[in-house]
Each structure stands twice: as structure tokens, then as C-alpha cells.
């Protein structure tokens, strides 16, 4: 199977509450963030960030804007989930609206980015 069939493929096995669970509450607003991102696209979280770093002009505050570090421990604690998240990196994550979510596929530019961000838009 060519590598564009497999990458779609398996995005498509994902479970939907795999996605869902995914997606947080934060300033009001429906976000997910920026490592769960880069594993849903099938990229490192560093990459995803330089790439939304070097195209900071495609990501206004309301389609993606830097946690607190309050916001980022109340997401832990709910999630139980504080070691697996990196809760010790000294680097906020970047929080997507569902904007920012269908922008950083087009920032990123792989055909997996591109169907996951539809997938959660959808």
C-alpha cells in the first residue's frame, strides 16, 4: 500500500473518543493541545511548534494562544495524568482552537495532518 494509503488509514483508526478526550475547555473556548496534536499528525510536538513559530503570523490569539502554567495544571489534575503530560517541562504547550487546529495543517503540510484536522473539525 502506497505511504498516502497507510497514513490515512491510520488515522482513521483512532477512535473518535480518542479525539474527543482530547479536546479541553480552556478560556472558554474548545482547544486542543499542542502534543496531542503533534501525536494525532504523526509529528514530534517540537517540529509542530517550530513550524507554528516560524508562521506566527497564521496563528492570531483566537487560533491558538500559550497556556498558563495554572491552566496547565488544572488540565493535569483533571486528566490524572500529570508524569505523561511533562507537567516539569519548563515550556508551556500552545493551546489550538478549532481554527488553529484546521490552520496548522496547512502549516505542516501532510496529507495525515491534513485528514486528522478534518477529523476533528468534524
Known amino acids: 500500500m ?16 480518542v479525539v474527543i478526550n482530547k479536546i479541553h475547555l480552556i478560556r472558554e473556548q474548545k482547544v486542543m493541545l499542542d502534543s496531542d496534536l503533534a501525536e494525532l499528525y504523526g509529528v514530534e510536538t517540537r517540529r509542530l511548534k517550530e513550524q507554528v513559530r516560524r508562521n506566527m503570523i497564521r496563528f ?47 502549516v505542516l503540510k501532510s496529507e495525515q495532518a491534513i485528514t486528522m484536522s478534518i477529523r476533528i473539525i468534524e
Open 60 to 106: 492570531p490569539e483566537h487560533f491558538m494562544f500559550e497556556l498558563t502554567r495554572e491552566e496547565y495544571d488544572l488540565i493535569l489534575r483533571s486528566q490524572n495524568a500529570t508524569l505523561a503530560h511533562g507537567a516539569y517541562s519548563k515550556y508551556l504547550p500552545f493551546a489550538f482552537t478549532e481554527h488553529g487546529v484546521l490552520m496548522l495543517s496547512n
Open 2 to 17: 502506497p505511504e498516502t494509503q497507510t497514513n490515512t488509514v491510520k488515522t482513521l483508526m483512532i477512535a473518535d473518543d
